[in-house]
T-cell receptor, first 111, second 114 residues
């Protein structure tokens, strides 16, 4: 039973436009949330995170929003660039040393 | 600074064979873990360790063994490979004194069991 769900397996966006990736979680004990980016034949790399005490965190073109009452977070990428084409994983952490991952969303940025 | 090194990168096994996937890190991280990635499933935790001599099970531990005799190494053993273990395996490490942002992943081992 997956505790972290990414219901959109893929997203196609035009270069320069906004990409919005969504993630839902079920475990209310999760208190830290992360987004990872993964290119083919490479391991996941950390992108951005947010603590449960915040509702927004920005890092350059990347912003993560957290809605604790809805158990929902989203990642906004503005503007989208061709190098953003990758698989994005949402992950949650609940202070038990374990990261729980969603199934991933494949983002394709069209020129 | 090599980070997390996984070997081999690719492996084909026959059903019933055994093998060990190697993982080594040079960052003196206390925490090490193994994940498997399957289509539509994301990454699922197999086993993890919070220090030398300490291991624990993750979400999908059946069919896998681990040991942690040193801080640097965390090998994953398949005792009798099954086609259901065909997957991409990732090792990750982390400094437990820092925030959960600090997981470093290896580049993966692609395993096929025929």
């Amino acid at each position: 039973d997956q505790q972290v769900k990414q219901n959109s397996p893929s997203l196609s966006v035009q270069e320069g436009r906004i990409s919005i990736l969504n993630c839902d979680y079920t475990n209310s004990m999760f208190d830290y949330f992360l987004w990872y980016k993964k290119y083919p034949a490479e391991g996941p790399t950390f992108l951005i995170s947010i603590s449960s005490i915040k509702d927004k965190n920005e890092d350059g073109r990347f912003t993560v929003f957290l809605n604790k009452s809805a158990k929902h977070l989203s990642l906004h990428i503005v503007p989208s660039q061709p190098g953003d084409s990758a698989v994005y994983f949402c992950a949650s952490y609940g202070n038990d040393y374990k990261l729980s991952f969603g199934a991933g969303t494949t983002v394709t940025v069209r020129a | 600074n090599a980070g997390v090194t996984q070997t081999p990168k690719f492996q084909v096994l026959k059903t019933g064979q055994s093998m060990t996937l190697q993982c080594a890190q040079d960052m003196n991280h206390e925490y090490m873990s193994w994940y498997r990635q399957d289509p539509g499933m994301g990454l699922r935790l197999i086993h993890y360790s919070v220090g030398a001599g300490i291991t624990d099970q993750g979400e999908v531990p059946n069919g896998y063994n681990v040991s942690r005799s040193t801080t640097e190494d965390f090998p994953l053993r398949l005792l009798s490979a099954a086609p259901s273990q065909t997957s991409v395996y990732f090792c990750a490490s982390r400094d437990l004194s820092g925030p959960p942002d600090g997981y470093t992943f290896g580049s993966g081992t692609r395993l096929t069991v025929v």
